[in-house]
């Protein structure tokens, strides 16, 4: 593994990680308020196409953060939707 790829997924990590608590406290309390539709929708189609471009260029730190980030996001809006 190259630098340039621990360097990659170090990044996907923390930024990964800085997201997870967030998410986590939504999904628990199903509290969607603070959340606006049309910023998460974007939000989780820009994520969406962060993990297909990762997947299409072979980017495993891509590939990798996105796809985390998109289940936690997926699910976000599908309560922002479900519990307005």
């Not at 998109?70 to 939707?81: E, G, H, N, V």
């Given at each position: 593994m190259n630098t340039i790829t621990i360097i990659g997924l170090v990044a996907a990590f923390c930024t990964t990680l800085s997201f997870l608590p967030q998410a986590?406290?939504?999904?628990?309390?199903?509290?969607?308020?603070?959340?606006?539709?049309?910023?998460?929708?974007?939000?989780?189609?820009g994520t969406f196409l962060w993990l297909l471009f990762g997947a299409l260029s072979s980017n495993i730190p891509v590939t990798a953060a996105n796809f985390v980030t998109?289940?936690?996001?997926?699910?976000?809006?599908?309560?922002?939707?479900?519990?307005?």
């Open positions: 986590i406290k939504t999904i628990r309390t199903k509290d969607t308020s603070g959340i606006s539709l049309s910023m998460y929708g974007l939000f989780t189609l998109l289940i936690f996001a997926a699910i976000i809006l599908f309560y922002k939707i479900k519990y307005k």
